[in-house]
C-alpha cells in the first residue's frame, strides 16, 4: 500500500556532505510522520531524525545535531536529509521510515525502505 524509495547514498570523504532523499507512493491520505534511521554493522538500528507533517516537530540524535538537517516537500510525500560534515562514524545502511499513515483503511504503521549505503572514508 505504501513504498518508500531511498536514494542519494554513496562513499564520501570525511567532512564532505550527501543528500539522503526518501519518496513514497501508494495509496494514502497523508504520512504524519517520516523519519531516518541508520545501522551501522554490529549494531541496533538507531533513529537519526525524524520530522513530523507540516513541519511542526523535529526531531535529531544528539551524535548528527548541528551536522544533519531533516525536511519534507510541501506535499509531504518527500523526506530529504540533508548531511553535512560527515564522519567516519556515520559509516552506516540509512533506512526511510514512514509511521502513522492515513489510509482509507485506518492508520498504517512503520513502513521501511530497502536502505541506502553511506560510506564515510577518514
Known amino acids: 500500500q505504501v513504498q518508500l524509495v531511498e536514494s542519494g547514498g554513496g562513499l564520501v570523504q570525511a567532512g564532505g556532505s550527501l543528500r539522503l532523499s526518501c519518496a513514497a507512493s501508494?495509496?494514502?491520505?497523508?504520512?504524519?510522520?517520516m523519519g531516518w534511521y541508520r545501522q551501522a554493522p554490529g549494531k541496533q538500528r538507531e533513529l537519526v531524525a525524524k520530522?513530523?507533517?507540516?513541519?511542526?516537530?523535529?526531531e535529531i540524535a544528539d551524535s548528527v545535531k548541528g551536522r544533519f538537517t531533516i525536511s519534507r516537500t510541501n506535499t509531504e510525500d518527500t523526506v530529504y536529509l540533508q548531511m553535512n560534515s560527515l564522519k567516519p562514524e556515520d559509516t552506516a545502511v540509512y533506512y526511510c521510515?514512514?509511521?502513522?499513515?492515513?489510509?482509507?483503511?485506518?492508520?498504517?504503521?512503520?513502513?521501511w525502505g530497502q536502505g541506502t549505503q553511506v560510506t564515510v572514508s577518514s
Open positions: 501508494g495509496s494514502f491520505f497523508i504520512i504524519n510522520v
Open positions: 520530522i513530523t507533517s507540516g513541519g511542526g516537530y523535529t
Open positions: 521510515n514512514a509511521d502513522q499513515i492515513a489510509t482509507s483503511q485506518g492508520l498504517l504503521y512503520n513502513y
